[in-house]
């Protein structure tokens, strides 16, 4: 098992484009988490699932972001009209049935 | 509203004296704990936990206490190493399969 692989790690793109990030968890961890963190602050909750089952998202997530996990496997987080406050790490973890979380190295979003 | 604050934004510590790090909650509903530790450039890794039903848990150098009437929590490490260098974050969960809170982290050195 090789941890929770995000991709791409690295994403530069212009004001408005849309931009998509992936997330593999742990073989059989059911939950899934996406955390978004800026510099100098923790990591900030966005979106969880049990499986393929959204549970909560966050309100400070606007409509242009959206997130699936089909078949309760990998996930993807989409972020549509990006804005330069967009600009940050994006974290995915995922966690079998206990309280801990086991983080990817991140996708860090550019937008210019 | 910060559900779990992290009020020293870094601490500095002698190599060999013991480091504390502090962590106070807001939402009594939380009843599990979490510490980890980042590294520049990596995901969050998992240091320590604690259950709501204790008051100390004990993993090597690192201990956590947790005063429930205070709803306050706090990492000890001793001995500290220079390798200890990073930045901890407290974490909070309520119950089972719910999204985990995050502090906003302390920036802990540790001198030679």
Redesign the interface.
């Known amino acids: 098992d090789t941890g929770?692989s995000q991709n791409p790690r690295h994403k530069i793109t212009k004001r408005g484009q849309n931009v998509t990030f992936r997330c593999d968890p742990i073989s059989e961890h059911n939950?899934l988490?996406w955390?978004r963190q800026t510099l100098?602050?923790?990591?900030?909750?966005l979106t969880?699932f049990?499986n393929e089952a959204q549970?909560?998202k966050s309100r400070l997530l606007s409509d242009r972001f959206s997130a699936e996990r089909p078949k309760g496997s990998f996930s993807t987080l989409e972020i549509q009209r990006t804005e330069q406050g967009d600009s940050a790490m994006y974290?995915c973890?995922s966690a079998a049935?206990t309280?801990?979380?086991?983080?990817?190295?991140?996708s860090r979003l550019t937008v210019l | 509203d910060q559900q779990v604050k992290q009020n020293s934004p870094s601490l500095s510590v002698q190599e060999g004296r013991i480091s504390i790090l502090n962590c106070d909650y807001t939402n009594s509903m939380f009843d599990y704990f979490l510490w980890y530790k980042k590294y520049p450039a990596e995901g969050p890794t998992f240091l320590i936990s604690i259950s709501s039903i204790k008051d100390k848990n004990e993993d090597g150098r690192f201990t956590v206490f947790l005063n429930k009437s205070a709803k306050h929590l706090s990492l000890h490490i001793v001995p500290s190493q220079p390798g200890d260098s990073a930045v901890y974050f407290c974490a909070a969960e309520g119950t089972s399969y719910d999204k985990v809170i995050f502090g906003p982290g302390t920036s802990l050195s540790v001198i030679p």
């Open positions: 929770v939950r988490y955390y100098g602050q923790g990591p900030e909750f969880y049990q549970l909560e974290l973890a049935n309280g801990e979380l086991f983080f990817g190295e991140g």
